[in-house]
């Protein structure tokens, strides 16, 4: 069983990872383990809120309740089975390793979405590489994990890193923001958030904001495609822009989360620089910085084409508690 993981040393700044599909520079970075699944599901986790529930390892994403046990579903590609965080001054380092025969964002391609009725159509994958947050380290803010149909669940969860790709290949990079119960309420965390505010408050999973965030102007297709948006920031970071969108947006969307793959496929390397959180609305400072103390979870997501049964498939880890040390 594996389940929440305190660690109370802070964790050193590393100046050391480059983001270039040459994973030796993470070969010195404590090293996480996630259980190895099996197709035949026997292989469980366990959330400290609720460790009298064995959860399969690799599972649906339709369970959404504390005490539910999803369905197993055996999908290599979304088998984590290692994992390591790191940090330098303004980004946070992630390193994911699934089994040697799972490839990390590997999707079918095809015209459109799967279809139950007739699963041998070629239909257009999705795959997602997920970092969610605890930034405030506030159990009351933010979202429960369960909530988004990942297990095992825990608490608190603000801001989300994510990678998408889509129809066989990187389809856009952005950040989430859960501050919202309401329709209403999210609508007001996006005119914060394009006032470069971050906003804490208890969430839904379902209600959140989604933004590509560049440090430069997006490209003139990328403005051209831009779903709403992009926006410029106000100074002093005038030139930065956000573009909100949403899961299988017309991509690419090359925003400043970043990413490389080994040549196997079943490791892959993300850095998403602090900026992607933007400012806190309540200090005015940076909401991810050095000095703080966070919870960090990460999951692996795909959609039906190459599980079995075929359904969606999930694989997400224990949360870490991580200090993003000064030295």
């Keep these: 069983m594996f389940s929440i993981i305190h660690i109370l040393k802070p964790d050193p700044i590393n100046r050391n990872i480059v983001v270039d599909g040459d994973f030796d520079d993470w070969l010195d970075v404590r090293s996480y383990t996630d ?61 994911y390793r699934v089994v040697d025969d799972g490839v990390i964002g590997k999707t079918s391609i095809g015209p459109g979405l799967f279809n139950e009725s007739d699963p041998s159509k070629p239909s257009a994958g ?72 971050f906003s804490f408050r208890r969430a839904y999973y379902d209600y959140y904001t989604e933004y590509v965030y560049w440090r430069e102007k997006p490209t003139p297709d990328e403005t051209k495609r831009c779903l709403d948006g992009p926006y410029e920031l106000p100074a002093p970071y005038d030139n930065h822009y956000v573009c909100f969108s949403q899961d299988r947006a017309p991509g690419p969307f090359n925003g400043i989360i970043t990413y490389a793959r080994s040549a196997k496929g079943n490791e892959l390397e993300m850095r998403a620089p602090f900026q992607g959180f933007l400012l806190n ?24 084409e190459y599980s079995i049964p075929q359904d969606w498939a999930s694989d997400t880890t224990a949360t870490i508690q991580y200090t993003l040390s000064s030295r």
């Design 35 to 95: 259980p190895v699944d099996n197709i035949d599901g026997t292989v469980y986790q366990e959330s400290p809120w609720f460790p009298s529930l064995k959860i399969p390892d690799c599972h649906d994403t339709d369970s959404q309740k504390q005490t539910d046990i999803p369905k197993h579903i055996y999908n290599p590609n979304v088998n984590i089975v290692e994992f390591k965080i790191a940090h330098d001054n303004s980004s946070l380092y992630v390193y």
């Design 126 to 197: 999705r795959f997602y590489i997920i970092t969610t947050v605890n930034i405030d380290m506030n159990d009351t803010t933010g979202y429960w994990l369960h909530e988004g149909g990942y297990y095992p669940t825990a608490p608190g969860f603000d801001g989300n890193f994510e990678i998408e790709f889509y129809n066989g290949t990187f389809n856009q990079n952005y950040c989430l923001d859960h501050a919202a119960n309401t329709t209403n309420e999210n609508n007001y965390t996006r005119e914060e958030n394009i006032q470069n505010r």
């Design 281 to 304: 609305k309540d200090t005015g400072l940076p909401t991810l910085q050095l000095g703080m103390t966070v919870n960090i979870s990460l999951s692996l997501e795909t959609t039906e």
